[in-house]
C-alpha cells in the first residue's frame, strides 16, 4: 500500500504546475470490478461520497490538489443523463474491470463504449485496470482488450493495466502511465 502512495504523491508532485491546479480523474466500472479498494490503494487522504440520485455514488477525494471523482455505476440506464453534468473538463478515465468476472464481460465493454462516445469525454486518454489479477479465474489483459476491442479506439491514447487492487500489485504502472499522459498534455 505504502509503494502505491508515494508512487501517487510523486506523480500529483510531478504534474503540479500551479498549486491549486485541479486534476480530474474519473473512475468508473462496473459495481464489484474492485473501485472502492482500488481507491483505498490510490488515495489515503479525505474520501467524501456524495449521492446526487438513487442509483450510484460519486466519492470525491481530495488529494494534493489532485481531485479524483469515483463513480459507482448502478445498472440503471435511467441515471445516465446525469453522468454527463459529471463528466465535463474530465482529464482522464480510469476504468475498472473485475477480470474474472467473464459473464459480464460484455456488459462492461458495452458500457465503456458508450461511456467513450460521450461528447465531455471525447478524446480523453483511457486506463483500464484489468482488476482482480490475483484470482486463478482471471481472464489476461491481453484476452481482456480484444474482448473490448480497445484497439478500435483510435480517438484517443488508451492504456490496459493488469492489477490487484487487493495487493497493489499494477496500480503503480497505470499511474506512471497517467503521469505520462498528463504530462505530454500539458506541453
Not at 146 to 160: A, F, V
Amino acid at each position: 500500500m505504502g509503494e502505491v502512495q508515494k508512487g501517487l504523491l510523486s506523480v500529483i508532485q510531478k504534474l503540479k504546475s500551479s498549486p491549486e491546479q485541479e486534476l480530474r480523474i474519473v473512475l468508473l466500472g462496473l459495481d464489484n470490478a474492485g473501485k472502492t479498494t482500488l481507491l483505498k490503494c490510490l488515495a489515503s487522504e479525505e474520501v467524501s461520497t456524495i449521492t446526487p440520485t438513487q442509483g450510484f455514488n460519486i466519492k470525491s477525494v481530495h488529494s494534493h490538489g489532485f481531485k479524483l471523482n469515483v463513480w459507482d455505476i448502478g445498472g440503471q440506464r435511467s441515471i445516465r443523463p446525469y453522468w454527463r453534468k459529471y463528466l465535463g473538463n474530465t482529464d482522464l478515465l480510469i476504468y475498472v474491470i473485475d477480470s474474472a468476472d467473464q459473464k459480464r464481460f460484455e456488459e462492461t465493454g458495452q458500457e465503456l463504449a458508450e461511456l467513450t462516445e460521450e461528447e465531455s469525454l471525447m478524446g480523453v486518454p483511457l486506463l483500464v485496470f484489468a482488476n482482480k489479477q490475483d484470482l486463478v479465474t482471471a481472464a489476461p489483459a491481453a484476452e481482456i482488450a480484444e474482448g473490448l476491442s480497445l484497439h478500435t479506439y483510435r480517438d484517443r491514447e488508451w492504456q490496459i493495466q493488469s492489477c490487484s487492487a487487493l495487493s497493489g500489485e499494477g496500480v503503480q504502472d497505470g499511474m506512471n502511465w497517467i503521469s505520462s499522459q498528463i504530462m505530454n498534455r500539458k506541453k
